[in-house]
């Protein structure tokens, strides 16, 4: 039988994600699996667990990589706080955004929305308005960086807001990790998540995870039991916590070895080298599209560095130079969602892939392409 | 600082899982990552399906890798179908049984069991008189391979008294998928899971998962949503079937290459060929314990192949030989768990580590330490 592995083409990713993986973590994720309770790789998980801190820039003890992709972060953040009827806030401008407010609602919460035209950032003066309104919510989620538009929240200003209230403050923090400065403590972030397969340059596979005291204690406040056995962090802490590890499910091993590699590379970068290496490719890229006469959907100051929104030019079809970028010069870029599609290309400087000789490559292919 | 992946020494894996992993398995891992929408990628998750489906010796459409270990397997069998309120009859004698009444349980179900002693196969009259007893369930859940006790259960006969009913037939095949033949049409499984971290050889972070058409109506036909978006198979379908894939959640690429490498491995060698290799190592583990004068615990024929309950001596210390055999002897294998811990050993022999060679070396290094 044919095996396609064998002529797996080297892409140049630049999509929202997954980015190009560092040549290291190509080879943390085929070291040899060790089981998931052995003392040696107990070692790695504890390291991964600090280096995740560092970068996140807090002091919860719960902070760790939940077994599944970046969805899945989103899903062990509400499941393990929500209760039926629960009213929960959800800042949508985007399909970050909705998704949330979706996986809130199947879990029963009451779901209100504070909503912003795709494209464009939350409006700090909304969510006060929202806040003040009466309803004493369980739980405030934004989005730092919303990998569909490409626009940055201000989720330090709205942080500032929720402190003020007993609402637990979640962030979506799948897109910046690793790209933008990510500061859960400053921010009085209670619950954040993110993915692997963006800034950090990891494969797919896993969601670095930080719940705060406050979120654990919420937990142990539940009536119910979490109706959500595998992402039950109740249940997780007794294995990535304490003196002695008790089993739950075995951990994804090779996955989190590439993790930890990640993560210390960028630390040998340097966490604020690795934001100007983002800003700079960013800029590269705006200058470089200005001259063929291209522009960004998002306006400044809430553009992201490692997601652009490019506009599809008038009379360009958009499906057809996707295509072609990939067909003949081995480069992948990302399609607009929902009211988006068709109107922009998602072009991704993520992590690995934020390097200049990757703009240029990039602004050569469009514009042969266009 | 200090990488902790330069010095992760090579251990023969003969625990409870993960197994050794194929080296050709390993190299899959790091083959460049492609778009999770990437066309050469989708052909990879079409083959990989195509496999699946071989292995598993089903013809439904709906067999795909879930982005999570064996228990979020689990986990998806039972979110996607299980209701408030329904009765849900669960086979249980030991660790995995229990594990799927917990998880009904946090979705509503009214959970009735039927029990039999740890180290004991499941007695097909039991079952048949529970489902006599006048409960029309929803859904009949057995473990084929019991992993805490190493017991096989009769999931071919059980499955002809659920047919005999509007139940749906889950059957839990983390340990057996690629060590045992697992039949799911023939046995009139409506849900199944696995693991990759077992007889498949890859490290953990998939769950193989089956639904069949019976299933997918019972879905269609839920009175409420998923509760769970992550793992809601009506919306992966979407992503894993049909002819235009939209975006679910960003797919797990690299593990995805590696099931995909260890299907074609399992399929060269011929399924015939590793269930045989995992019943003549057994069956030569089991010679060699004799002649040391150490028992196993499950009575012939409920034993399994790849997973060994081995009886720790009377007099010794099960801990101390576990760890010896881990830092003389570079050799895992796994402890009881709850009313089976300090009292056996499980020696996994599964998927890679099945080779006679292993089973030499475990062998001496056992008759050493004791």
Redesign the interface.
Known sequence: ?E???SK????L?M?P??S??YPEV???????????L?G?FI??MD?TKGLLRDIMNTENAMTFPV??????G??TCF?NIIEPGDPVLVLVNGVFGT?MS??A????AKVTTVEAEWGTPIRVEEVRKAISAGTSYKLVAAVHAETSTGVLNPVDEIGKIVAGTDALYLVDGVTSLGGLPVKLDEWGADLFYS?T?KCLSV???LAPCSFSDRALKALKQRSS??????LDVSMLANYWEGAKRA?????????I?AL??SL?TL??EGHENSFARHKQCHEQLVRGLEKIGVELMVDEPARLPMLNAVKVPDGVDEESVRTRL?SEHNI?VGAG?GPLAGKIWRVGLMGHTARPENVDRFLDALAKVL
Do not use: F
């Open positions: 039988m095996n396609l592995l797996v083409p080297d892409v990713l999509g994600g997954p190009c993986v190509y080879k943390a994720l085929s070291a040899p699996t060790l089981g998931h052995d040696e070692r790695i390291e077994s599944g992709t970046g969805s899945a989103m899903e499941v998704r979706d996986v609602s199947r879990l029963g993915g397969q494969p797919p596979g039991k979490v109706p959500n056995w595998y089993y739950h499910h075995t951990a994804p091993i090779n996955m070895y930890y590699q210390l630390a040998e990939r992948e969602l």
